[in-house]
């Protein structure tokens, strides 16, 4: 070796042994420093502690140490749990070998999508900045607690962070009524859901009407468990004081207070029970709009129009109606004929059958007061003015009627000037007082009735026995006939101005007394006057 | 090689090499700008962190073009059977590009993170390339033959006396002129051949050149010359100059590149092994690349 190859050997001798001296003084291996959190593991034996030969980082590795991730893998929470990261290499995130000051834990909290947690992030809680949550005090888990910034730990239950205002009383999940975008309203609680189920009015009722706010264990609570609503008392006053039990829905539902369930309310049970036609009114018609009035109901007055306009006041209070009426119906009278008798006019005779409204009905109104007791005051005097005062004393018609019925009529005809002999006594009264007059309409006659016989009968003599009178030129037929049959009773020939004699007191009337006719009517001659012997024997 | 082809070689040799940097810069000036512990959350990190798709790339590639540069070189320089095959100097244009470039893209495969053990082999890939500018600016001052064979004073003497020859009698240059030129160099004494006294001279010399060159010119100009023939008589004129500087500096020269070699090739040696060791731990542990 010549001296020049030997200086060039010495050179390059030199600069091996200072580079490599340097190498092993100032470096190792590794790429660069780890981060603090792994500044224990810095060193050549260390490589595989993280490292698998051939494979890069293995997740298993990484597992190995960090535990408490594992374990959140196992229990399938949290952000590693989620198949999309746990899919990943841990290095792909936490990479190493950056410095002492790298952050191994890098979260861009502008671009971490907290989905992949298991909870998004929604409402308020995306507005949030992480520490605002991610802090100790929220953290329950003993082994998170003390790590300081630590991200992990967390509960995804409400309570860890928020602090109920219910105490505990409506359980964990508050999430079935509240959403994240506020605590209140809790849009996303259905009353419905609940054992008391909002109907009618309640639906429109403020929560704290009934969900009463207090002040317990020192802080405010609104008491929303627990709230008895067996039946309306605890929340409403019973206006009713208890008379009709605490089961108001037989009554009432929750559509209004007012509007009473007819099908169900038992209005027996109050003071005034409805009964008979009362049943079927609409509750209206006594209540009015407003169900809960207490319409007077003493007097049927209080409801009902007094129909008979006065007629049963007294001192400005009708009389109780119930006297006559019940409430299966107005025209459904209880009064009786013994109640009427009771009156100043007692129902007899035939009046016994005749209808109220006959005597009470008037121009379709009812009447009883000062309707008279005389039957004129009902009846019509058909009689006009054939009846003297004598039967007739003050249109009393007793005197010839009863209440039995008009045809029977109690008079005595004796009292008259006419007394009823004979045959006239079993004739009818119509026979002789009813008669056409000049209209052809029949109608009864008394005073106006002349006593003579032809007024009744026909005179089949034709005058021939008539006399003048006062009255008019009448026959005398009492001189003849009795009032027992038409024989000629009363007759005798004898007291004539021919009386019969001999042979001819033999005769039979006919020989002498001849049938004539004259002006068309034919008659027996018994007037005759001429006597004369040839009158009636020729020669 | 004709001159035109070797243009287009050299000249392929820069493009490239200037192109890659660029790209490089311009493609992950964001990313290499970031801190490094704010690196790893660079989108671009995945890419061109060092074991990045493209990152683990460049290294690959890089260490390549330098293990293909050097090896290629050596055989050329060093195998018998290789020792005509081809110019030195085209091998030698070869070889510093592979050996530039290479670099830079291990460079960049390194995301300018230096630390470890391969910190040593980045430290000494970067020695011995800047001991290679620093041997290129060496090599090209030591006058060789085409085929790189060392030129002797004597051998530099003649052709120095040959363009002195072509300017007087190619281009009429009178006797006084070619004087001027071939004493441009010797204004000053080169007292103590010191690499500081010798960069000194070579920075006065260029100065002294230029202005010798324009002087000549005139000269030349006074005296009836066209513009062509004056500027071809300059070139002869400044190869004149500049092979006297050379061999004026030729000792010196030739000390400094005998110790160049000593630290150029121990510390591509040096890089070398641990580059390899780099490899071996980061193929050890799975980093692959694409393979």
Same mark, same amino acid.
């Given at each position: 070796m010549t001296t020049e190859k030997k200086g060039s050997f010495r050179y390059i001798s030199a600069v091996f042994l200072i580079t490599f001296m340097a190498a092993s003084a100032f470096a190792q291996i590794s790429p660069g420093p780890l981060t603090t959190a792994h500044a224990n593991l810095e060193g050549l034996s260390n490589c595989t502690k993280c490292h698998v030969l051939g494979k890069q980082v293995e997740n298993f590795k990484c597992l190995a140490c960090h535990t408490e991730i594992q374990d959140l893998i196992n229990q399938n929470r949290g952000y590693h749990a989620n198949p999309q990261v746990r899919s990943q290499n841990c290095a792909s995130c936490h990479s190493e070998h950056h410095g002492r000051q790298f952050e191994i834990i890098h979260f861009d909290t502008k671009s971490f999508d907290h989905t992949l947690t298991g909870y998004p992030l929604k409402g308020k809680h995306a507005t949030l900045q992480c520490r605002a949550c991610h802090q100790t005090k929220f953290i329950s888990s003993s082994e998170f607690e003390k790590r300081n910034g630590t991200y992990l730990g967390l509960s995804t239950s409400c309570s860890s962070c928020h602090e109920g205002p219910h105490q505990g009383t409506l359980g964990e999940d508050c999430a079935s009524c509240h959403n994240e975008n506020s605590f209140k309203p809790a849009t996303k609680f259905k009353h419905d859901k609940t054992e008391f189920t909002l109907t009618g009015a309640h639906k429109k009722v403020e929560c704290a009407k009934c969900h009463v706010s207090e002040v317990r264990n020192g802080k405010p609570f609104t008491q929303f468990a627990g709230v008895k609503f067996e039946n309306c008392v605890p929340c409403h006053r019973d206006l009713h004081n208890g008379k009709f039990g605490e089961i108001c829905e037989k009554c009432h539902t929750t559509v209004s207070f007012t509007l009473i369930e007819a099908k169900t309310?038992? *209005? +027996?049970?109050?003071?005034?029970p409805l009964i008979g036609m009362h049943a079927d009114v609409s509750c209206r018609n006594c209540h009015g709009d407003n169900l809960n009035s207490r319409p007077k109901h003493a007097l049927c007055t209080d409801c009902h129009k007094d129909a008979h306009h006065g007629d049963f006041t007294v001192n400005n209070v009708v009389e109780n109606c119930a006297d006559c009426h019940t409430v299966y119906g107005f025209k459904l009278t209880t009064f009786t004929i013994a109640m009427h008798d009771k009156g100043k006019f007692r129902l007899t005779g035939s009046h016994l059958a005749v209808p109220c409204e006959s005597c009470h009905l008037s121009s379709n109104s009812w009447h009883f007061k000062n309707l008279g007791t005389q039957c004129i005051d009902c009846h019509k005097n058909v009689h006009g003015t054939e009846l003297t005062e004598e039967f007739l004393p003050n249109d009393n018609c007793t005197s010839c009627h009863t209440t039995a019925t008009w045809d029977k009529v109690a008079f005595d005809h004796n009292k008259t000037s006419f007394k009823l002999l004979g045959k006239h006594a079993d004739v009818s009264c119509r026979s002789c007082h009813y008669r056409k007059n000049s209209a052809g309409v029949e109608v009864s006659v008394f005073r106006s009735l +002349?006593? *003579?016989c032809e007024t009744c009968h026909r005179d089949i003599h034709f005058g021939q026995f008539a006399v003048q009178t006062k009255g008019g030129k009448f026959s005398e037929c009492q001189n003849c006939h009795t009032f027992n049959n038409w024989s000629p009773t009363n007759f005798d020939h004898q007291k004539t101005k021919f009386p019969l004699t001999g042979a001819h007191a033999k005769l039979a009337c006919i020989e002498c007394h001849k049938e004539v006719t004259v002006n068309e009517n034919t008659f027996i001659q018994y007037k005759l006057k001429d006597f004369r012997c040839a009158a009636c024997h020729s020669s | 090689m004709s001159k035109r082809v070797h243009a287009i070689y050299v000249g392929s040799f820069f493009i490239v090499g200037i192109l890659s940097t660029l790209l490089l810069v311009i493609n992950g000036y964001q990313y290499y700008a970031t801190p490094l512990v704010d690196r790893f959350f660079n989108p671009q990190n995945s890419l061109l962190e060092p074991s990045g798709l493209v990152g683990e790339g460049l290294g690959v590639v890089g260490s390549f073009m330098m293990i293909v540069g050097v090896v290629i070189y050596m055989i050329r320089k060093r195998v018998k059977a290789f020792l005509h095959f081809g110019y030195l100097k085209n091998w030698l244009e070869l070889h510093i590009f592979l050996c530039t470039l290479g670099p830079v893209l291990v460079l960049f495969h390194t995301s300018f993170k230096f630390g470890g053990i391969v910190a040593v082999s980045f430290w000494s890939m970067t020695a011995v390339v800047l001991s290679g500018v620093v041997g290129r600016f060496l090599y090209v001052r030591i006058p060789k033959t085409i085929q790189g064979q060392i030129l002797s004073v004597q051998e530099l003497n003649d052709i120095g006396r040959d363009f002195s020859r072509r300017l007087q009698a190619d281009h009429h240059v009178n006797d006084e002129l070619i004087r001027m030129i071939e004493t441009a160099s010797d204004y000053t004494k080169l007292k103590k051949e010191t690499l500081t006294n010798s960069l000194t001279f070579l920075v006065k010399d260029s100065f002294h050149m230029r202005k010798t060159l324009r002087a000549f010119g005139k000269e030349l100009k006074s005296i009836g010359l066209s513009r062509h023939e004056i500027r071809r008589t300059k070139r002869i004129a400044r190869s004149r100059m500049i092979l006297a500087r050379r061999i004026r500096l030729l000792n010196v020269m030739h000390r400094f590149f005998r110790h160049w070699h000593i630290v150029h090739l121990p510390f591509a040696i040096v890089m070398f092994v641990i580059m390899f060791i780099h490899i071996g731990v980061v193929f050890a542990f799975g980093y692959r690349w694409i393979f």
């Open positions: 309310f038992n *209005h +027996n049970l109050t003071d005034y +002349n006593p *003579h | -």
